[in-house]
């Protein structure tokens, strides 16, 4: 089976009912908790915004009563600002801080909302992969070695990796158009950690799974490459990841069943 087909059986499968029920609860979850985020900040910002009016109102009434204790405040409370201003007065510089503010802005919300579907549809995973067995690979036994245990370390030790490496890669976010590039590099290797680990944890052994990678770990890579900048298109996300799970569970339970049945032959020959 080549990569179209593989692509068309997996497209095919996300637009039935089970599959489609399923892509729903990341997509709900996903709405509801940056709905809620969305509040929060804003509600933040409020404050912080009342906060400076009330520093500027205190500002103006000491200089009513000829005092100067709060010329301290008056440089704390405007330096920020006097930086930005200073910014925006060459076209050059202000073309900077609004890109940076913008794109960065955008990338990191779409960051956001795919990091949450990842860890909703890591708990859906074994559910559309069993689902994917019984209706195309009925002989092909799952065994898979993921637990609550590993899970977690997966989980907790790709995400400091990937804090690391933002921090690591911090002087490059401030080169225009690379940033870009040089941003997602972290949020990869955490997409391609857990997406790919809460797959072949369900449907094969440690060794499967090492000789797998060792024989289509480039092409696992790319797969996996094509889908995320597949999530970079605003809110598809939402909707995308149990796609990602089918495709990518498509194309290990082909190569599984490609392996063992490889491995009988050789027990046979034997």
């Known amino acids: 089976m080549n990569e179209a087909e593989l692509f068309l059986k997996a497209l095919r499968d996300f637009f039935t009912r089970p599959f489609l029920k399923i892509a729903l609860y990341p997509f709900f979850i996903t709405l509801c908790i ?16 009342q906060h400076h009016v009330m520093q500027v109102q205190q500002q103006q009434l ?19 600002k006097e930086i930005i201003e200073f910014l925006l007065q060459f076209s050059i510089t202000s073309w900077i801080v609004g890109f940076l503010v913008y794109t960065l802005g ?41 637990n609550l245990f590993n899970t977690f370390w997966i989980l ?11 921090i690591v890669l911090i002087p490059l976010y ?7 590039f040089i941003l997602n590099i972290p949020f990869y290797y955490f997409f391609y950690k857990l997406l790919n680990f809460d797959i072949t944890s369900t449907i094969m052994t440690k060794e499967e799974e090492a000789i797998i990678h060792l024989k289509k770990g480039n092409h696992f890579h790319l797969k996996t490459m094509v889908l ?22 498509h194309g290990y339970m082909s190569e599984l ?11 046979t020959n034997a």
């Open 34 to 49: 940056m709905y809620g985020a969305f509040f929060v900040a804003a509600d933040w910002g409020l404050d912080g915004l």
């Open 62 to 80: 000491a200089i009513e009563n000829g005092e100067v204790i709060a010329s301290d405040i008056t440089t704390q409370t405007y330096f920020g």
């Open 106 to 146: 955008t990338i990191f919300v779409m960051l956001f909302a795919l990091f949450i579907t990842l860890i909703v549809v890591g708990f859906l995973t074994p559910w559309i992969l069993k689902l994917i067995q019984k209706k195309h690979y009925p002989t092909l036994e799952l065994q898979g070695y993921g």
């Open 156 to 166: 907790i030790k790709s995400f400091m990796i990937m804090v690391l490496l933002l």
């Open 174 to 180: 401030f080169i225009p158009v690379l940033n870009i």
């Open 228 to 249: 995320y900048l597949i999530s970079m298109i605003p809110f598809i996300v939402l909707f995308s990841t149990v796609f990602y799970v089918i495709y990518l569970g």
């Open 257 to 267: 069943k490609k392996l063992r049945e490889a491995k009988m032959k050789d027990m």
